[in-house]
């Protein structure tokens, strides 16, 4: 790979360090320029307040700021990149585009297309392993097929990782930074939200480069002891870096190499490897979809297709009460609070929420999975679908389906004091730690003296646990062999 002027863009890479496109294109080409494009066919139809795109438009200042210090700068357009990307690479007369691999199978079309498009302009497209520690290829079954349940996955990944430590290796950026194209007079300055559509707004969490920095150095004090934490909400345990890892101001492999140091220098106590587990769920979910692309509409295991979800106005109205927080669950209610309100849910209220929509209320699992993907700052499609698939038991999960999560018990084992539920869900702050996991059980008078009057200040349940419980047998009864 030999060019003199290329052209590297951004997606959702959005660092300016440990970058596999940006090394290669530095390594390679003496003139790199930088693109970003706002994709129209994304942003159009988003909220005008969207999180993300706070997120993102943050994120690109920080990485602009940080290519100017390296002698550069970030170009950004706005439009289709089928249409925008071929164009800047003709108006700059660059040699090849150079970008970062995304998996997700809308994102594997449009690259195949933007390959054909610079082909026939005579330029070179060329994708590399950035996002993830290993492809859909890297780690298989000794038949060399690919892996359907994650512990046997995750053996098989942390042995090629001890085969290979070279993986984790940093692509860096500074040495080579002469190779950058400097900014040219008169480069625009970024546009500001407005400029691009969007209400003005600060983003949901610290943003860019920095952000991502200052998340992980406050996480890695509190690592040893994520392995005991991690289930409870209230707690805050977790590192909250799904959303840098969703748009690239980190990186993984940065991550990876510090867990696993920390596991096995001691210094992160059994908290590191459990961690370093999260972030391998993340790659496993990553393969699955890249060799199982049908999961986007269909159920990985096919027998699961012949599940027949409630439908008609009740499932509606079911639908739209587990939306708005408003089940008469106080865990669940608590955790769709938290969503709706800061684009954030904790793992465990995910896997809740999701039982209870799946197999409480008899709701298809890929309502509640477009329902996240409207609303979590951290949406992926392969962590979102493989984690809804996997609460309604439809995917690849070792667990049998007929383990159904009970709202009440996930409550008082993961929430025991009722901490969590009392700062989202303000009508029941004043009830004890017995009372708040269902408070249809305590007494009228004793609710009333707690300014709780059930229907009135908070809903009754939408359902009964043990009822829906025996339909969802049934309904899965359907496929039981196939199980
Ligand atoms: P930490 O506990 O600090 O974990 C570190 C990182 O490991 C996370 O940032 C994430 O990248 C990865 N990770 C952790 N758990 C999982 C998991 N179960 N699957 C895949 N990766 C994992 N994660 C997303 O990033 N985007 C999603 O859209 C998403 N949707 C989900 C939907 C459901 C129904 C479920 C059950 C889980 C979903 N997850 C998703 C996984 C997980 O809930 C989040 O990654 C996690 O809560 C993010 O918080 P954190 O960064 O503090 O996590």
New binding site residues.
């Given amino acids: 790979m030999n060019m003199s002027n290329s052209l590297v863009w951004f997606r959702r890479d959005l660092r300016a360090f440990d970058h596999a496109a940006l090394y290669q294109a530095l390594t390679s080409s003496n003139r790199v320029h930088c693109v970003f494009v706002y994709d129209s066919d994304i942003l159009d139809p988003l909220p005008r307040d969207d999180r993300r795109v706070r997120f993102i438009h943050a994120s690109i200042a920080s990485l602009d700021a940080e290519l100017r210090r390296l002698g550069a700068c970030l170009i950004v357009r706005q439009g289709r990149p089928l249409e925008v990307v071929p164009a800047l690479a003709a108006e700059l007369d660059v040699d090849a585009v150079l970008v970062c691999a995304d998996y997700e199978p809308e994102a594997v079309e449009r690259d195949a297309q933007m390959e054909e498009r610079l082909r026939a302009d005579g330029r070179q497209f060329l994708k590399f392993k950035d996002q993830v520690i290993f492809e859909q290829h890297e780690v298989l079954t000794l038949a060399k097929g690919p892996f359907s349940v994650f512990t046997p996955y995750k053996n098989a990944w942390l042995k090629r990782l001890a085969a290979m430590p070279e993986t984790l290796a940093a692509w860096p950026v500074d040495p080579y930074a002469h190779n950058f194209a400097p900014p040219p007079s008169g480069t625009p300055a970024l546009p500001s939200l407005e400029e691009i559509g969007f209400a003005p707004g600060e983003p949901p969490l610290p943003a860019g480069m920095e952000g991502a920095e200052m998340l992980f150095e406050d996480?890695v004090n509190r690592i040893a002891d994520?392995g005991r934490a991690?289930d409870f909400p209230a707690e805050d345990s977790?590192?909250?870096?799904?959303?840098?890892?969703?748009f690239g101001t980190t990186s993984i492999r940065h991550?990876v190499r510090t867990a696993r140091q920390m596991a096995e220098n001691g210094a992160g106590g059994a908290g590191a490897s459990v961690?370093l587990s999260?972030?391998i769920?993340?790659d496993?979910?990553s393969m699955i979809l890249a060799r199982n692309p049908h999961v986007v509409e269909r159920s990985f295991k096919p027998a699961f297709d012949a599940l027949a979800w409630e439908s008609g106005d009740e499932a509606e109205e079911l639908f739209a009460a587990w939306c708005e927080g408003r089940t008469g669950y106080p865990l669940v209610d608590a955790a769709m609070a938290q969503l709706n309100q800061t684009g954030?849910?904790?793992?465990r209220l995910?896997?809740v929420?999701?039982s209870f929509l799946t197999k409480d209320l008899g709701v298809d699992w890929r309502r509640?999975?477009r329902y996240?993907?409207l609303k979590?700052n951290?949406?992926?499609?392969?962590?979102?679908?493989?984690?809804?698939q996997?609460?309604a038991s439809t995917g690849c999960d070792a667990q049998p389906w007929f383990r159904i999560f009970n709202p009440v018990s996930q409550s008082t084992r993961f929430d025991a004091h009722g901490e969590f539920i009392r700062e989202w869900v303000p009508a029941l702050k004043l009830l004890s730690a017995k009372e708040i996991h269902a408070p249809w059980l305590v007494a009228e008078e004793v609710l009333a003296e707690k300014g709780v009057v059930l229907g009135q200040d908070y809903p009754l349940p939408v359902v009964e646990h043990d009822a829906a419980r025996k339909r969802t047998l049934e309904r899965f009864a359907v496929v039981k062999k196939a199980a």
């Fill in positions: 996480f994520y991690r977790t590192s909250r870096l799904s959303v840098h890892l969703r991550l961690w999260e972030l769920w993340r496993f979910y954030f849910m904790h793992n995910r896997m929420t999701a509640g999975e996240f993907a979590l951290d949406y992926e499609l392969a962590s979102n679908n493989g984690g809804w996997w609460a």
